[in-house]
């Protein structure tokens, strides 16, 4: 039954088990600090769980190097250390997704040492191979001025091996139906543990049959459908969430014209679109890019976020559009990254809790599943001393107890807390924002509770209302007979707007974050003032119950309503 897309009105939480709570006293967190704080996930209102790569890595490039797809990394504990926190996090409600990292391996990984061993070797096919040089050897860089080839020359081997990412990340040749079925296995594997699915790394680059010397490479989609038949074949309400950073004319061949691929899907389109409007105060870019990534199958949808574990890309926006935001969020070489992306954290790229509420009630209030990064729901900032993408992955900062914040114990951290600033966690931190009524920990947790009683967002029809104003936009939604107005005003002005929702027949606003209502004028428009960075959340009302309610009371003048 269509109920039964738990996914729809989810409130995803990523985090890395690394940065978020260590008991041991190792440094580095664990999967027993993580089952600690499922009281803290679910008090906060996530129902689900995003890790990072925990299987065991050499760790060149935070965790997704792997190499063992079937184990836990001894930092983080054992395999049931894992089971117990799956079992733990029932108890709480709380749905986990894990990373899978099937693009690329190790180079470490027992596959590609074995199928370095020579052309008859078994693992031989399951990497992809060229004896010479290939012309494109320089081309297609994921990390361009960090990374310098996409094929590199193993002495072993003999021959040149294609990797999208670094060097020590050789990619797997998914035309080989052997590694097809090993990625079932893992699946599967995983599956058997208690997880509810899959947030799958790469996806352009996994469905994609790399040969030496093209430019274009032939992507086959089927892998998708293959993939998701056997996930469901499992586990039924199990879901696919799909990194892929594509154009919005692509995404129906990643969700499937059917709905018989990925599940959900980041919208990384939209994303950078709101950047901009965050940075100009234009939202019809924005509005643009919400109604060209509008149409897919209903059984699907696109995740919206604001910041993750990697840059803020822009790579979609115009040369000029990226360098507005860069101007804005990001104006020092040292915070961009890539020549495409931002290394900063949310708060401190915005710089103020006036628009940081903005971005996330916006967040909430888009058509999709909003996922979250640890720490922004109290504000933590960034280390831009640390490098590449490290600079957003600094430990949680649980109190402003020395030297740690309440992360660990030990002497030397897996990555430093950031101790110096604003954003020091004596400044901002889990335990002094509990006790704030009006701290932004509980204004984050205020506002998920909101987005869980709005399921209009996740199910319902949309629309973008005209508001005769580029720095306010307003959202339209109904399902069931509910409806649902939402308004955010992106200038650092405030506005006063005139909605007319006449033809809706929506003639009262019932303001869902404040004791107050809007009723239409006589000629059925809504005049609403928004503060600087301002957000109204509305239920709508039908006129027949206010006038049943004001002739109750003694009568009204209908011709005036």
């Known amino acids: 039954m269509i109920e039964d897309l738990w996914y729809k009105n989810a409130i995803i939480y990523n985090l890395d088990i690394k940065t978020f709570m260590d008991v041991n006293g190792d440094g580095t967190g664990d999967f027993e600090g993580l089952a600690r704080r499922l009281d803290y996930l679910d008090a906060l209102g996530v129902d689900t769980i995003w890790l990072s790569p925990f299987q065991p890595t050499p760790n ?61 070797n078994r693992y031989r096919d399951w990497y992809v191979w060229s004896k010479k040089k290939p012309t494109n050897w320089n081309k297609g860089m994921v990390f361009p001025g960090v990374q ?70 032939e992507m086959k989609f089927e892998y998708l459908r293959e993939m998701r038949r056997f996930l469901q074949w499992r586990k039924g309400d199990a879901i696919l969430l799909g990194e892929a950073n594509v154009l919005p004319e692509e995404a129906e061949n990643y969700f499937g014209k059917e709905g018989d691929g990925i599940h959900l899907m980041f919208n990384f389109f939209v994303n950078q679109h709101l950047f901009y409007a965050l940075a100009t105060a234009d939202t019809q870019p924005l509005a643009d890019a919400l109604e060209a990534t509008r149409n897919v199958f209903p059984s699907c949808q696109w995740a919206h976020f604001l910041r993750n574990h990697d840059e803020l890309d822009l790579g979609r926006l115009t040369k000029e559009q990226r360098q507005k935001v860069f101007d804005r969020f990001g104006p020092e070489d040292y915070m961009q990254l890539y020549k495409r992306g931002i290394r900063r954290r949310l708060s401190p790229m915005l710089g103020s809790r006036q628009q940081t509420e903005l971005a996330y009630s916006l967040m909430f209030s888009l058509p999709g599943t909003p996922v979250l990064r640890y720490g922004d729901e109290i504000g933590m900032g960034d280390d831009l001393s640390l490098k590449e993408r490290d600079a957003v992955r600094t430990p949680m900062q649980w109190s402003g107890d020395f030297p740690n914040a309440g992360f660990s114990q030990a002497d ?60 306010v936009l307003a959202m339209y939604y109904c399902w069931r007979g509910n409806s649902l107005v939402v308004l955010h005003n992106f200038d650092e002005k405030p506005h006063e707007i005139t909605l007319s929702l006449k033809q809706k027949k929506e003639y009262k606003l019932i303001d869902l974050m404040v004791h107050e209502q809007s009723i239409a004028e006589a000629n059925g428009y809504h005049k609403i003032t928004l503060s600087a960075y301002g957000y109204r959340w509305f239920r709508t009302g039908d006129l027949s119950h206010l006038l049943n309610r004001k002739k109750n009371e003694g009568g009204v003048d209908e011709g005036k309503m």
């Not at 699946?187 to 010397?213: K, N, T």
């Not at 604003?422 to 998920?448: C, F």
């Open 412 to 471: 030397k951290l897996v990555l430093p807390v950031i101790d110096e600033g604003p954003y020091a966690y004596k400044h901002i931190n889990v335990e002094d924002q509990r006790r704030k009524p009006d701290s932004l920990l509980n204004w984050m947790t205020g506002m998920i509770r909101l987005r869980k009683e709005c399921p209009e967002i996740g199910w319902g029809d949309w629309e973008i209302l005209k508001t005769g104003m580029s720095q």
């Open 148 to 217: 310098h080839r996409t094929w590199t020359y193993d002495r072993n081997a003999k021959a040149y091996y294609f990797h999208r990412f670094y060097d020590f990340q050789p990619d797997l040749n998914m035309d080989n139906p052997e590694v097809r079925t090993e990625v079932s296995r893992i699946i599967g594997y995983w599956l058997e543990l208690g997880v509810s699915g899959f947030r799958l790394d790469a996806v352009p680059f996994i469905i994609e049959s790399p040969d030496p010397g093209l430019a274009e490479h």
């Open 60 to 120: 060149h490039d935070n965790g997704y190097d792997i190499k063992d797809y079937y184990g836990v990394d001894s930092r983080f504990g054992s395999s049931g250390d894992f089971v117990e926190f799956i079992h733990q996090a029932k108890k709480h409600g709380i749905k986990v997704l894990l990373d899978l990292v099937v693009n690329h391996t190790s180079r470490q990984h027992p596959w590609f040492q074995e199928a370095r061993k020579g052309e008859d």
